[in-house]
C-alpha cells in the first residue's frame, strides 16, 4: 500500500496544535514543520494551531511563509474549543495531535463528538509531583483521555509516570524526539575558529558550553562548580565555560567562585549551531528533562557530552559511548570533563563520528517523520476495520 493511502479514505486532515511559545523554534518546530510536510506531500491538508503565546514569533510567520496554514487560538478553553470546533465543521476525516497540554482535553473531547476524528496527545515534559498533581494527572489521563487513539511519550520516565498516573497501558507509546540533521553539521577545525571569532572567544582556548536558560533546572550550579574545580589546576588556565543563560544568576555565581574571567554568558539564540561549533564539550547537568534536544544536537556536532543521570540522559549513554553519564556533584562533573579532555585526538575523532552515526541511524527528523505517519496510517486502518465489522 503507498504511503499515506488507507483503504476507505480518499482525504485526510492532519492538525497540529501546540502550546508553544518559545522565542526561538528550538528542535521542537522543526519536528512540527517536518510533519506538516510529510502530510502535504500526501496530500492530506495539513494546519497547525498554537496558542496566544506565538503571534508574533518569527517563526510562526517563517511557517506561514512556507505556504502552512498556521492559526493563532483565542485564550481560555473556550477560545480553544471553538477554534478547533471551526475547522472541524467540515466533518472530513482528521486527526488532531496535542502538544504541552493546554490543547489535550478539547482534542479529546473532539473526538468522542466527532466519529471522523482522531486525537492524539504527546507529552514532552515529566510530569509534576505532589500529591495534588498526581491526582490531577489521574482524573486526566485515566478518565479524560477517552477518545484518545495514543499517549506519545519522549522518554522512559514519563511513560512510566503516566503509567502509574493510570492512563491506559494499551494506548501509551514511547516515540523519542527527533532533530534536523541539516542544521547541525558534523563540526570542522575552519568552523570551529570561525564560530569563535564570531561569538568573541579565543581561538586557541578549550570550551565548555551549557545551557543555563532555566537556572536550576539545568544545574548551573553544578556546571560552575566543575569548572572552579578545574581551574584550581594551572593546566587548565585556558579553559574557557561558555553558559547560555540570564545574565544575574550566573554573574553572581562566578563571581561567588571567583572564576568571572574564564566565563562567558551570552543569551539565547536561533543560531544554536555556531555555539555549538565554537565549544568542545557540552556539559548537561540538568536536574530534570524530558528527551533532551540539546545532548543530541550536540553529538550530531561532534561534541562529547557530559550528563547527569536522568533517564533521558542514560537512554542517549546507551548508544553512544561519545555521551557519558556523571553524578551531579561539581567535582563528579569536573572529573568527567577533565577525562574526556585527555582522550587522544585519533581515538576522540573516531568516537565523535560514531555518535554523529548513531544519532543519524536514532534521531533523524525525516525517519521520524516517517514512523509517525506510520502510526497514524496504523490507526486509521484500525478504525476502518473496526467500523466495517
Known sequence: MAPGVVVGIDFMRLIHLADY????????????????????????????????????????????????????????????????????????????????????????????????????????????????????????????????????????????????????????????NAIDLERFPLVTTERRRGSREQLGLPVDARVVLHFGWDWDRKGGDIFLGAIAALLRDRDNEDLIAVTVADRQPAELAAEAMGISKNVRIMQPSNDVGSLYAAADIFAAPSRGEGHPFAVAEALASGLPVIASPIPGHEMIAAGTHACRIAPLDPNSFSDALRDVMAVPEAEADLTRLAAREWVVAEMDINAWSERMFSRYEEALRRREDTAQS
Open 21 to 176: 511559545g518559545g522565542t526561538y523554534p528550538g528542535s521542537f518546530i522543526p519536528m512540527v514543520r517536518a510533519l506538516l510536510d510529510g502530510g502535504r506531500r500526501r496530500g492530506w491538508h495539513v494546519q497547525a494551531v498554537f496558542s496566544e503565546v506565538a503571534r508574533d514569533r518569527a517563526w510562526l510567520s517563517e511557517l506561514r511563509e512556507e505556504g502552512f496554514d498556521c492559526r493563532v487560538a483565542t485564550r481560555g478553553r473556550r477560545g480553544l474549543d471553538g477554534t478547533l470546533e471551526q475547522l472541524l465543521v467540515t466533518g472530513e476525516p482528521t486527526i488532531l495531535h496535542t502538544h504541552f497540554t493546554a490543547f489535550d482535553i478539547v482534542a479529546a473531547r473532539a473526538a468522542r463528538r466527532h466519529e471522523e476524528v482522531l486525537a492524539y496527545w504527546h507529552l514532552h515534559s515529566a510530569l509534576r509531583t505532589g500529591a495534588w498533581w498526581r491526582a490531577r494527572n489521574a482524573v486526566k489521563l485515566r478518565l479524560l483521555s477517552r477518545g484518545v487513539a495514543e499517549i506519545l511519550c519522549v522518554a522512559p520516565n514519563i511513560l512510566e509516570q503516566a503509567r502509574k498516573r493510570m492512563a491506559p497501558h494499551d494506548r501509551l507509546a514511547l516515540v523519542t
